[in-house]
């Protein structure tokens, strides 16, 4: 069984930064890619940042130059550095996780984290 946790959401200010931090636990043989979405009030939700196996990264056109995505193998952990956040990127951010475990491959979602940006 396979578990996607992501963690380090949380209030600040516009200008500010957070760490969010998706952990992957379990029969885990490879995480082939990781992916950071959220989802704004009323909003349908999009994709903002995601790394491959092999590192190469993507990112959304809004949050490029202000958000670094990278991966501690070792760990089953992607981060995701906000920096220089906008009001506009409050939303309630979801982690992704490609995963292949024995036998199988399948895509999980972890709870999500809110993410609130004051003014």
């Known amino acids: 069984q396979v578990q996607v946790a992501e963690s380090g959401g949380g209030l600040v200010q516009a200008g500010g930064s957070l760490r969010l931090s998706c952990a992957a636990s379990?029969?885990?043989?490879?995480?082939?890619?990781i992916s950071w979405y959220r989802q704004a009030p009323e909003k349908q939700r999009e994709l903002v940042a995601s790394?491959?196996?092999?590192?190469?990264?993507n990112y959304a056109d809004s949050v490029k130059g202000r958000f670094t995505i990278s991966r501690d193998n070792a760990k089953n952990t992607v981060f995701l550095q906000m920096n220089r956040l906008k009001p506009e990127d409050t939303a309630v951010y979801y982690c992704n996780a490609d995963i292949s475990v024995p036998f199988r491959r399948g895509n999980y979602w972890g709870q999500g984290t809110q993410v609130t940006v004051s003014s």
């Open positions: 790394i491959t196996g092999g590192s190469s990264t």
């Open positions: 379990g029969s885990i043989a490879r995480i082939n890619a």
